[in-house]
């Protein structure tokens, strides 16, 4: 009966499975995920050719929604599962510093399968909840306490856009002394290992005002860049200028 199995398993039938565990389900950018996979084997031996794990978010395309990878880990070399074998695969991976920030319109998640030669390949996915760096948190705090309210985070596909296809935007409405001067602020993070870029977009009346802040984490006074114009000061100081200033002059 095994040439039969093994003709059923190459469709999907009685084949070999996937299921991955994580130690936890929360994470930072930049934090270690540890977990292990279990391969299951079916009805008959299968050449299993590797494990992967891809790092997936939720991204919208249009009027669609659609899945960019952005990261891929290989997790295992070529092996063989036995009928009915079980066979577990510790990993320990770490999240790139660009992983955006997890929501329910928008959620992250692992995407685990066994790549098998002339078979269907299975899969499991696994959801996890991401949150901002502390740094990014602090920044959205300041944006917060200068008197804007977060309604949205939305995550739009954009080829132009590094290190992946899409960006991740916070949106914010105006409460407060900024109520009638800016219609929307709208915050885009680039964050790299060594790196983080801040675009604000005030917008008021269909006129909008870009201003731009990056620097490096070793060197924050030393490397800041303000619309794309060196300054010696304290990048989070200079934010929370720029946040507090009179809103009459907001879209100056």
């Given at each position: ?123 499991d996915l696994d959801k996890i909840e991401v949150f901002p760096t502390p740094l ?7 944006v917060e306490d200068a008197g804007f309210i977060l309604y949205r985070i939305h ?55 870009n201003s731009s802040f990056a620097w490096e984490y070793h060197d924050p006074n ?31």
């Amino acid at each position: 009966m095994m040439p039969i199995f093994k003709s059923l398993a190459s469709i999907g039938i009685g084949s070999a499975t996937v299921d991955t565990r994580l130690e936890s389900k929360q994470f930072h950018p930049g934090d270690t995920v540890k977990g292990e996979v279990l391969v299951k084997g079916g009805q008959a031996p299968q050449d299993i050719t590797t494990i992967y794990l891809y790092l997936v978010a939720d991204v919208s395309k249009g009027d669609k929604k659609t899945q960019v990878t952005i990261e891929k880990y290989q997790l295992s070399q070529p092996f063989t599962i036995q009928a009915e074998e079980r066979k577990l695969i510790p990993f320990q991976i770490k999240l790139p510093m660009s992983t955006p920030m997890s929501t329910g319109n928008y959620p992250v998640y692992f995407k685990t399968g066994l790549d098998i030669k002339m078979a269907i390949d299975p899969t499991d996915l696994d959801k996890i909840e991401v949150f901002p760096t502390p740094l990014v948190q602090k920044l959205l705090k300041q944006v917060e306490d200068a008197g804007f309210i977060l309604y949205r985070i939305h995550n739009e596909h954009d080829t132009t856009a590094k290190p992946h296809p899409f960006f991740q935007m916070f949106q914010f409405k105006p409460t407060g002394r900024y109520h009638g001067y800016v219609d929307e602020l709208n915050i885009i993070f680039f964050v790299s290992e060594v790196s983080i870029h801040m675009e604000i977009e005030m917008i008021r009346s269909g006129r909008v005002l870009n201003s731009s802040f990056a620097w490096e984490y070793h060197d924050p006074n030393g490397t800041l860049f303000i619309n794309g114009q060196q300054v010696a000061d304290d990048p989070l100081l200079k934010i929370q200028e720029m946040l507090n200033r009179k809103p009459g002059n907001t879209m100056a």
